[in-house]
């Protein structure tokens, strides 16, 4: 099983950057689909982007198009999430994620990172 470390959070203000990245080690990663997800206290866990195992098909929840990319570079068994124009409402800890197979929600991803904690201050 793949394990997984994340990294790149902080404390920014309304309207900066971040960006996450996901280094993965112990799998193939260059056969995993991999997501972003996200959860804020008292929330569900939520996606917040995916990518698939070739970087072809992308998905990113509605409220972060525009303003997030997800990457991945195979060489370097890693994966990112560029966080611009942030908002308040981004705050929240992330996770990244590897599945076999492609999906956008928590339960069809089997191997999770520990989360890196994102916070955006108005």
């Known amino acids: 099983q793949v394990q997984l470390v994340e990294s790149g959070g902080g404390l920014v203000q309304a309207g900066g950057s971040l960006r996450l990245s996901c280094a993965a080690s112990?799998?193939?990663?260059?056969?995993?689909?991999m997501g972003w997800f996200r959860q804020a206290p008292g929330k569900e866990r939520e996606v917040v982007a995916a990518i698939s195992w070739n970087g072809g098909l992308t998905y990113y929840k509605n409220s972060v198009k525009g303003r997030f990319t997800i990457s991945r570079d195979s060489a370097k068994n890693a994966v990112y999430l560029q966080m611009d124009n942030l908002k308040p409402d981004d705050t929240a800890v992330y996770s990244c994620?590897?599945?076999?197979?492609?999906?956008?929600?928590?339960?069809?991803?089997?191997?999770w990172g520990q989360g890196t904690q994102v916070t955006v201050s108005s």
């Open positions: 112990g799998g193939t990663f260059s056969r995993l689909n």
């Open positions: 994620a590897a599945s076999r197979y492609w999906g956008t929600t928590p339960n069809q991803y089997d191997s």
